[in-house]
């Protein structure tokens, strides 16, 4: 199902993308898709 205006991605699966991220054997394309999804995730408010 694909997200829509306003939704975020959720902390558990922010959290696993990270991981991914982090990982040196993850191809271009995994890190680019979590990537993605790490941008929908609302963090702390910049000051």
């Known amino acids: 199902m694909a ?3 306003g939704e ?3 902390k558990k ?4 993308a ?3 991220l982090r990982d ?3 191809s271009k ?3 680019s898709a979590v990537g ?3 941008t929908q995730r609302v963090g ?3 000051s």
Do not use: M
């Open 3 to 5: 997200k829509g205006k």
């Open 8 to 10: 975020v991605t959720g």
């Open 13 to 16: 699966a922010a959290s696993n």
């Open 18 to 20: 990270a991981k991914v």
């Open 24 to 26: 040196p054997k993850a």
């Open 29 to 31: 394309a995994a890190k």
């Open 36 to 38: 993605s999804a790490l």
């Open 44 to 46: 702390k408010k910049k």
